[in-house]
């Protein structure tokens, strides 16, 4: 057996001295000038940068570099659109009443016994008048799906109206030859674009033909089960889930066909015209 020879303890490393109170007090001065003064020239360099920004020259509303990143998110929007993308939808449970948001084109009290909807056909000057109860002769869809505001808000809504896609199968108007307007073997002679304005004309959006045919895109005239109120656009409203809010017209008055892009509320005050998610 042999003894374990143990070497001796490592002496204590020696600790800094400390520092007197008047040193760390200078050292935290120092350190808080310096970001001070980091954070005054990082708000200059953004001040500068926000002035330079409006100094551009404007491009349909609002400077140019920001309509460059409009013009950016509208493509890939656009691009990413399918008629069979849909939007998600939710359990029925989880419905609740939006906010009432935007009451331009509500100014004026409704008769919903006078009310009807005016479409005027593709090429022509002419329209037609439908009554609530054509609309509802349409199937019923019914459908539990995410309203997103672009300001940056949503909320789950069950929504229940006709399809845009049967209106216009029914009623021919989006083309010249009168054929349906099929999203799935759309006719050569197919109104590219769509417009909707509130009956007063105050409030109105643009639609391309394909999210206006698209599956999810109603004439809505029930919400969470109960007919719409005026403030969310009684008796007919636009509901179409792969679009913000601004584009869901409330109170439809008159619908149009036509070959350029129709006028748009939002867009008109620089927001992108597909407004697409």
């Known amino acids: 057996m042999t003894d374990e020879i143990k070497s001796p303890a490592s002496p204590p490393a020696p600790q800094a001295p400390l520092q007197s109170e008047a040193v760390v007090l200078a050292e935290a ?46 493509r890939l929007s656009s691009a990413y659109f399918k008629e069979t993308r849909l939007a998600p939808e939710f359990a029925r449970s989880r419905a609740q009443t939006p906010r009432e948001n935007g009451d331009v084109g509500l100014d004026d009290e409704v008769d ?87 009956p007063d004309e105050q409030y109105y959006v643009g639609l391309d033909i394909h999210s206006a045919l698209h599956p999810q895109t109603l004439l809505c005239y029930e919400m969470n089960g109960a007919p719409l109120t005026s403030a969310h656009g009684a008796p007919l409203r636009l509901v179409t889930p792969l679009k913000y809010g601004i584009k869901h017209l409330k109170r439809i008055g008159t619908i149009a066909f036509a070959d350029t892009r129709p006028k748009d509320y939002w867009a008109e005050l620089g927001y992108d015209w597909d407004a697409g998610h």
Not at 143 to 152: D, F, H, N, R, Y
């Open 29 to 74: 001065r120092r350190r808080s000038r310096r970001s001070f003064i980091g954070l005054g020239l990082a708000g200059l360099a953004g001040l500068g940068g926000w002035r330079w920004l409006l100094s551009r020259p404007d491009d349909a509303g609002i400077p140019h570099p920001l309509r460059k990143v409009l013009d950016a998110n509208s």
């Open 112 to 198: 919903l016994d006078a009310w009807r909807l005016r479409v005027q056909g593709y090429g022509t000057t002419k329209t037609q008048e439908f009554t609530l109860a054509d609309v509802k002769a349409l199937p019923k869809i019914e459908m539990t799906t995410e309203l997103k505001c672009i300001e940056g808000w949503s909320v789950v809504v069950h929504w229940a109206g006709a399809r845009l896609s049967d209106f216009l199968a029914r009623y021919p108007l989006a083309t010249r030859s009168g054929r349906p307007a099929d999203p799935l073997n759309p006719p050569a002679d197919l109104a590219p674009y769509v417009g909707m304005l509130t």
